[in-house]
């Protein structure tokens, strides 16, 4: 078996004149979690989206648990589960059908499906509720609801997007919490993207720094905070972005992915 | 063979109908409204022409009408689930795509036909009488065939579409002429040629021709005609719709 569950080699998309990201090489280990940290619009969700089949790279190879995701996406499907950055629920159905609906295509069967969507419902503080359609939820229990879907099958590798973005304290705990135990005791690989420096520090064990298309760093906390003299992984992230990942700048780069989200592609 | 996932998306549209009393109220309205300005407007008039009972002859064509209207509203409805970002969920399930769009196709195809259905039973109360009643149990797969095929064709055109601005066109330059020009609310004999062309190659022509044989014995093409036909569109269209389908990216 080959050491690494995603290989990434020279991976380029192109929108129009715009790189959004920009021949990029990467592994990640079997059974390690990996975080890809960067500002937004840094090129994290092209990524995702293009080793989870929603997009084709303009140039580069993938491998992810030895399928390749343009000519053989079936295979590469079974092997992953994602929780997306943005919404992806369906309103009219209620919490409980929304996790039903993932059981299903996933083929998670009863008893098991039962005992894990309340569980999960459980762990998010959702179980109440889970007669209620979810148009009628908040942004957070939205998001909430989001992750818990994402969590119903035990995927080989599990990709998060942002996965605590907008989330309560509590519920990052206990999110993280349950991951880690799925990522011991069942050797789920786990792939998320982040623009919080804490978050990445506890929970990853190797960091990918990406800043405007491109790899800039990677390696463990503790490593990347040795090769840039630094405490903090905020402050390695200044030291070799030069500049500090909380500022959003306005530069003509960020301009045109605004004008991307805006037209569509 | 795994049937949870088409089952599920089934379940789903006829879920989402049954929700939305709005829009099942909604499009009610059209039907009705069109049986009652023009059956009883127009019916008179057509009596004196020597058409015969009007109500008789237009009941079909508002049948169909309501059949055409609901199943490509499902099909469009993959923009709105694209811009909600449910369409990303199912994309990146190991279901294959024509399974997903199966499902879809079916639940959207059954709401259509329990919407006609409804339509049917309005008829009866403004005076439709098919010729047999039993004639009432072929209609039905009749329905449901018209039903798919306008359900795939909204599959295939929603595939290529980013966003909800171009819903009005399909709505004006699209669905609409097919409306109006499909013999839905009048007879197809003795038209100008060019209307006469456009009623020709357009599907619901069949669909209304065909209901008008069963359900009142009278008929332009003939029920095998209009049945070759139907099944010949159905063809293309869930071809084109399922090739469509499995191009999106999200």
Redesign the interface.
């Known amino acids: 078996m080959e050491e690494n569950i995603i290989v990434v080699k020279n991976l380029t998309k192109q929108f129009k004149a715009f790189k959004a990201v920009d021949d990029i090489s990467f592994n990640v280990h079997h059974g390690e979690i990996f975080a890809f940290l960067g500002p937004n619009g840094a090129g994290k969700t092209t990524t995702i989206?293009m080793l989870?089949?929603?997009?084709?790279p303009t140039q580069g190879v993938i491998r992810l648990n030895n399928f390749d995701p343009l000519h053989q996406q079936?295979e590469v499907?079974?092997s992953?589960g994602?929780v997306?950055q943005?919404?992806?629920?369906?309103?009219?159905?209620t919490a409980y059908?929304n996790m039903?609906?993932?059981a299903?295509?996933?083929?998670v069967k009863n008893p098991l499906k039962k005992e894990r969507i309340e569980y999960l419902l459980k762990l998010v503080d959702l179980w109440d509720r889970r007669k209620s359609?979810v148009k009628t939820f908040s942004g957070g229990m939205k998001r909430r609801l989001e992750i818990a879907r994402g969590l119903i099958h035990h995927p080989k590798i599990l990709f998060l997007d942002e996965p605590t973005l907008g989330l309560d304290p509590q519920t990052r705990n206990h999110m993280w919490e349950y991951i880690k135990q799925l990522n011991k005791k069942e050797g789920m690989t786990v792939f998320f993207t982040t623009h919080y420096m804490e978050e990445a520090d506890k929970v990853a064990d190797r960091i990918a720094i990406i800043d405007k298309g491109k790899i800039i760093h990677q390696g463990n906390p503790a490593e990347l905070k040795k090769i840039t003299k630094t405490k903090t992984l905020e402050e390695a992230f200044l030291k070799l972005t030069g500049r500090s990942i909380r500022t959003e700048e306005a530069s003509s780069i960020e301009g045109m992915r605004a004008m991307k989200k805006l037209w569509?592609? | 063979m795994n049937f949870g996932p088409m089952y599920v998306m089934w379940l789903r549209q006829l879920k989402r109908y049954a929700r939305s009393k709005s829009r099942m109220i909604g499009a009610l309205g059209q039907p009705l409204l069109f049986l009652i300005a023009l059956g009883f407007g127009f019916g008179p008039i057509y009596e004196k022409a020597g058409g015969g009972d009007y109500i008789q002859f237009l009941a079909p064509g508002v049948i169909a009408m309501s059949i055409l209207f609901t199943s490509m509203f499902s099909g469009i409805e993959i923009i709105w689930d694209r811009q909600f970002g449910f369409l990303k969920e199912t994309l990146v399930a190991p279901v294959h795509r024509w399974q997903i769009m199966l499902g879809r196709t079916l639940g959207g195809a059954t709401v259509a036909l329990i919407q006609g259905i409804i339509v049917l039973l309005i008829c009866f109360v403004f005076g439709f009488r098919p010729t047999h009643f039993l004639y009432l149990l072929v209609a039905l797969p009749l329905m449901f065939l018209i039903a798919l095929l306008f359900t795939t064709l909204g599959t295939a055109i929603a595939s290529r579409l980013d966003d909800m601005q171009a819903f009005p066109l399909i709505m004006n330059f699209l669905i609409m002429p097919m409306f109006f020009l499909s013999g839905a609310l009048f007879p197809l004999e003795g038209l100008p040629k060019g209307i006469a062309a456009v009623t020709l190659v357009n599907p619901l022509s069949y669909g209304v021709d065909s209901l008008r044989a069963v359900l009142i014995g009278s008929s332009h093409w003939g029920l095998l005609t209009d049945l070759v036909v139907l099944i010949v569109f159905l063809a293309l269209t869930s071809i084109w719709g399922t090739y469509s389908f499995s191009k999106i990216e999200v």
């Open positions: 989206k989870t089949t929603l997009l084709h079936h499907r079974k992953f994602i997306f943005d919404a992806s629920l369906d309103d009219e159905l059908e039903e609906f993932h299903v295509f996933y083929k359609l569509g592609r």
